[in-house]
């Protein structure tokens, strides 16, 4: 780097172009957005046929093509910024430096040397340059020492300069190698297919650039550490758009984990996460060899012939099973989400918002049927044990249903229901269901993420919402009341082992708005009352469909423990009542 391309560097050049790609970007996120919540949808509601799925997995391409080509112009666009604000830095040293340079009387040469006019005991003047890299402590005492005692004032003030724009320089240099690779990586193949490969190098380039990027990410609004709902909305609210760009780009899973963000944002940010680790699981499962073909055979003992495995398959169980099996479960969790998405018109199914996603551990996934931010009525599912991310599609189909019917039931008024596995749920009935901490730990963020729908609100205007929970989600959510303030109108308890509190007017619900349903068949209920949730914190064993509790108890014709969201049943009918606010219509038990 030379003092003549620094100096003539425009920083505004790159910004400009920066905007450019931000601009082209969301013109192909509006391109998909139009794609998938308009014309697929359309054509999904009105049309069947063999033109019509063709037609459908066309538009399904081209949608990818938009939010990848929206996903690396956003890339792009904080490149550039980032690359601009880092050279722009070193320029105003350096200008800094030549205009103090001229101030004193001082000549600055092309590379970099600082020329001083005689004075001082001196006849002459001279020239200095600055060194390249940082001197040790000492080196700089013994540098200064040195200046001092020249018989030329202007020698000293020449040093500085010249070390000043060496530094700048320097910095310069060092953000041009920086950035350079990370530009030139910034390049999709020269096919139009949008493959799992390209969103594995899309994961690789993010990482990149978060690398080349901290000056810059540092120099932007911070989001707040610990920070409450309403904190993260008003944070968001500040933010420039190339701000909103660089956070979007830089850290999606970040932007999208946040409640209080708008359900739109949230939803930009985790379809970018879900498309990556869809596919790397997706590479990472086509990389592990398959199981053989061959996996059982029948050995004879005595009479009886046993089927055991093949000794092939005990072999590619011990070294792959584990993973293959991860990966599996990993896998059908992130497609159930995408086939939501690819649902959208469906009997008029309204669009889906991704509220949370993250594929660590058992997985956990919040995702919405129509918009929250806008619904005059919100239900939000909680689901029980066994949950996780590779069961993800149970909860959606569920929450599809109430929409379905409280959609209906809301005469006019719009409606969201929200499928919420947000928490480490007990993984087995036995050995996990029993013990509360499941609830206690996951109970914060079930709270944070119901003030986040309202403080998303941007309008200000009020809400409808309900709380499902479900089986031990109703542990859950008395948990979450019991250790603060659970913000709902109403609460339906399903098929609950107990919910940690002994009356229903605990649930912070207003009075009277607190409803149950229990299935014949279902033994979990009883299950609560011998110790799988049941014990609440006064010592009773007290679940909701007992009377004491003091819920309303709803009329349920379902059989089981899973059957309370099949269609066309009265359980399923009172729920969406309940969400719909048409009390009056909800039919009880005798």
Not at 160 to 173: H, S, V
Not at 192 to 216: F, I, P, Q
Not at 259 to 281: I, K
Request: glycine letters at 10%.
């Amino acid at each position: 780097m030379d003092l003549t391309t620094l100096k003539t560097f425009r920083p505004a050049e790159y910004e400009d172009a920066a905007d450019a790609y931000r601009a082209t970007g969301d013109i192909a996120g509006t391109a998909k957005d139009t794609i998938d919540q308009q014309v697929a949808a359309a054509l999904r509601d009105r049309l069947e046929g063999e033109a019509a799925t063709a037609a459908l997995v066309q538009l399904k391409h081209l949608s990818r093509n938009f939010h990848y080509a929206q996903t690396g112009c956003g890339l792009v666009s904080t490149a550039l910024n980032g690359f601009a604000h880092d050279m722009g830095a070193a320029r105003r040293k350096l200008m800094a430096a030549l205009e103090d340079a001229r101030a004193a009387g001082c000549t600055v040469g092309a590379d970099g040397s600082v020329t001083y006019p005689a004075g001082g005991d001196a006849p002459e003047g001279g020239t200095v340059r600055g060194t390249d890299g940082p001197a040790s402590p000492m080196a700089a005492a013994l540098y200064r020492q040195s200046a001092e005692a020249h018989p030329n004032p202007h020698h000293g003030r020449a040093l500085e300069l010249a070390q000043r724009i060496a530094d700048a320089l320097a910095e310069a240099a060092e953000a041009d190698a920086r950035w350079a690779p990370r530009l030139r990586a910034l390049r999709a193949d020269d096919d139009l297919t949008v493959s799992h490969a390209d969103w594995k190098d899309a994961h690789t380039d993010r990482s990149g650039l978060r690398a080349a990027a901290g000056d810059y990410l540092a120099s932007l609004p911070q989001p707040p550490r610990g920070g409450t709902p309403q904190d993260n909305a008003a944070w968001w609210q500040g933010l420039t758009a190339e701000q909103r760009s660089a956070w979007l780009s830089l850290h999606p899973a970040l932007v999208g984990a946040m409640d209080g963000l708008p359900a739109a944002v949230r939803d930009e940010a985790n379809r970018v996460v879900l498309n990556e680790h869809l596919a790397r699981t997706r590479l990472a499962l086509d990389a592990v060899p398959e199981p053989p073909a061959d996996r059982w055979t029948w050995t004879t003992t005595g009479l009886t012939p046993t089927r055991t495995p093949t000794p092939e398959y005990l072999a590619w169980q011990r070294e792959h099973g584990e993973r293959y099996l991860a990966l599996q479960n990993a896998l059908k969790g992130m497609e159930s989400i995408q086939r939501r998405f690819d649902q959208t018109g469906e009997r008029g199914l309204p669009e889906a918002y991704l509220l949370g996603f993250d594929p660590e551990g058992n997985g956990r996934a919040i995702i919405a049927t129509g918009n929250p931010d806008t619904a005059h009525h919100q239900a939000v599912y909680v689901p029980g044990t066994t949950s996780n991310l590779s069961s993800f599609g149970e909860g959606i189909d569920r929450m599809e249903n109430v929409w379905r019917v409280a959609q209906v039931e809301a005469r006019g008024e719009s409606v969201s229901t929200i499928a919420w596995y947000g928490y480490d749920a007990p993984q087995d009935v036995t050995r996990d269901a029993p013990f509360r901490h499941y609830a206690n730990d996951g109970a914060p963020a079930f709270r944070r993420f119901l003030d986040g729908m309202e403080a998303s609100r941007m309008d200000g205007s009020p809400t409808h919402r309900t709380v499902i929970g479900h089986s031990y989600g109703t542990t859950l959510v008395g948990a979450a009341a019991d250790r603060g303030k659970l913000d709902t109108d109403d609460v339906i308890t399903v098929g609950s082992p107990g919910v940690t509190v002994p009356k229903a007017e605990e649930l912070d619900a207003p009075t009277g708005h607190v409803w149950n349903q229990e299935a014949r068949g279902d033994i979990v209920p009883d299950l609560g009352r011998f110790g799988h949730g049941g014990h609440d914190r006064d010592g009773l064993w007290t679940v909701p469909s007992d009377e004491r509790f003091g819920a309303h108890q709803m009329t349920t014709d379902t059989k089981g423990h899973s059957g309370y969201w099949d269609e066309d049943t009265e359980s399923l009918r009172n729920q969406a009542k309940v969400v719909a606010g048409r009390y009056g219509s909800v039919r009880l038990e005798a």
